[in-house]
C-alpha cells in the first residue's frame, strides 16, 4: 500500500486542487407570496403598524399610570398641606376667642373647617375622583370653570413676564458698557469695543 503524504496524496505526485464547490443559495424569506409574484409587503406591514400601535397603547397606559401616581401623590401632599393651614387657623380663632373678639374668632374658624375639608378631600381622593368632580363640576356650572381657567391662564402670564423680565435683566447685566479702546500711547480711540471682563 502506497504511503500518503500529510495532505493525503501519495508522495512524487502533485496535489490537486479541490473541485470547486458552489455557495448555497439562500432562498427568499417566506412572505406568503403566491405563485403569481406577491411580494406580501402588505402583511408585513399590516404587521407592523399593529405592532406599533400596541406598542403606543403600552406607552400611554404607562403615562396614564404615571400621571395618576404623580396626582395622587401631589394632592396628599398638598391634603396635608392644608389640614396643617386649617388647624393653624383654628388655632388662630381659639386665640381671638380668648381675647374677646368672637367676630373674627367664628371667620377664623369657619375659614379652618373649610380649609380642613378641602384637606381631607385631597388627601383621601385619588386622581380618577378629583377628574371625575372636576369634570361634574365643568357641567354644572360652566362659567365658573372658564373663569377658573381665565385667572389660572393670567397668573401663569404674569409669572411667565416676571420671570423673563428677571432672565433678561440678568442677561443685561452680564454685558458690559462699550468702553473706548485704549491706542498704544494712552490715548483713547473713537472707537468703542465691549469691555472685556
Do not use: C
Amino acid at each position: 500500500m502506497a504511503e500518503m503524504d500529510t495532505a493525503g496524496t501519495p508522495p512524487g505526485t502533485a496535489a490537486r486542487p479541490a473541485p470547486p464547490t458552489q455557495a448555497p443559495v439562500a432562498s427568499p424569506p417566506n412572505t406568503g407570496a403566491g405563485p403569481t409574484g406577491d411580494t406580501g409587503s402588505a402583511g408585513t406591514v399590516e404587521q407592523a403598524k399593529q405592532t406599533a400601535q400596541e406598542t403606543a397603547q403600552r406607552a400611554a397606559g404607562q403615562g396614564r399610570d404615571r400621571a395618576r401616581q404623580e396626582v395622587d401623590q401631589r394632592s396628599t401632599q398638598a391634603g396635608e398641606r392644608l389640614e396643617s393651614t386649617g388647624s393653624d387657623l383654628r388655632s388662630v380663632g381659639e386665640e381671638l376667642r380668648k381675647q374677646g373678639k368672637d367676630g373674627p374668632a367664628k371667620l377664623a374658624e369657619n375659614a379652618a373647617h373649610r380649609v380642613e375639608r378641602a384637606g381631607g378631600y385631597l388627601k383621601e381622593s385619588d386622581a380618577d375622583r378629583i377628574l371625575r368632580d372636576v369634570e361634574d363640576f365643568g357641567r354644572r356650572q360652566p362659567l365658573a370653570l372658564l373663569a377658573g381657567g381665565v385667572v389660572l391662564g393670567f397668573a401663569a402670564s404674569r409669572f411667565l413676564k416676571a420671570s423673563s423680565s428677571r432672565r433678561y435683566s440678568e442677561y443685561q447685566r452680564g454685558i458690559a458698557a462699550p468702553q473706548p479702546r485704549t491706542i498704544e500711547n494712552g490715548a483713547h480711540s473713537q472707537r468703542f469695543e465691549p469691555h472685556a471682563g
